[in-house]
């Protein structure tokens, strides 16, 4: 039941190149930063990976972006990273783009077995129609395009079908956790990283507190640890290392907004 790993490195060692990744986080909040850099240090590439976004350039899933790791995205929001844009609109990036409501609806649809449901979103767009460029080539033309997805009418309203999603493991960072895997996310953190974590057929969670079994309440368990096969402890220093997309601060003189 002891479910520690020794490193993070140790943890991500059997992560095959061509592997599929479910990838917790939002922007840079909650995202397994440490399990990333491990994965970049092993030298793993062609991946597959499922996430709300694709971190930002230099940090998060964009270390694996810009070293050429990365075959293939689903996510929702491309937002800051100028490598991401670049590589899909050069042709060496396929990108599969999803209503953010949705992706998560997949994702927990595919932790909790269900095949496919139907949703509102997207009906009448390119999302069921078909024709959103996945891969672009060199030049510019589309190279491959979504198809088009099965559309049903419940009492007068049109709704399209999703495909749950599951992928081969799951890199998740969770505020603490057990040794028997039990998790809790703290605050916006929690974003992505339950729904991926159930995704995966073999999850990995970073914690930054690790505790003894039976120190978490089941009342505050977020997610239970049969979710969960590999836990990381992450140092202080590793815990704390928070970085921010944008900042903003207000001041009662200006009542202004700096960003930085």
């Not at 694709?54 to 899933?61: E, F, P, S, T």
């Not at 060496?92 to 609806?105: D, I, K, Y």
């Not at 799951?170 to 998790?183: E, I, T, Y």
Request: aromatic share 6%; with cysteine.
């Amino acid at each position: 039941m002891d479910k520690v790993c020794a490193s993070a490195a140790e943890a991500v060692a059997d992560i095959p190149d061509g592997a599929s990744l479910a990838v917790g986080g939002f922007g840079l909040s909650g995202i397994p930063g440490v399990l990333i850099q491990a994965l970049h240090a092993q030298g793993t590439t062609g991946l597959e990976v499922v996430s709300n976004n694709c971190g930002v350039d230099g940090r998060g899933l964009g270390v694996l972006l810009s070293a050429g790791r990365i075959a293939r995205v689903t996510g929702s929001y491309v937002g800051e990273n100028k490598e991401f844009a670049r590589q899909y609109l050069s042709g060496e990036l396929e990108v599969e783009l999803v209503p953010q409501g949705t992706l998560a609806e997949r994702l927990r649809a595919g932790g909790a077995g269900i095949p496919a449901f139907y949703t509102p979103a997207g009906v009448g767009t390119q999302v069921a129609k078909g024709g959103l460029p996945w891969r672009y080539r060199p030049d510019g033309t589309v190279a491959l395009a979504s198809p088009p997805k099965e559309t049903r009418d419940f009492a007068g309203r049109a709704y399209v079908l999703e495909h749950g999603i599951t992928t081969d493991f799951a890199l998740v960072r969770a505020w603490r956790g057990d040794r028997h895997g039990n998790l809790v996310f703290r605050k916006s953190a929690a974003n992505f990283n339950p729904l991926a974590a159930t995704a995966g057929r073999i999850t990995v969670a970073e914690v930054e507190q690790l505790v003894e079994p039976g120190e978490l309440s089941p009342d505050e368990v977020h997610l239970p640890g049969i979710f969960v096969q590999r836990v990381v402890e992450l140092t202080a220093a590793q815990a704390t290392d928070k970085q921010i997309e944008h900042l903003s601060l207000s001041t009662s003189s200006t009542r202004g907004t700096v960003r930085a």
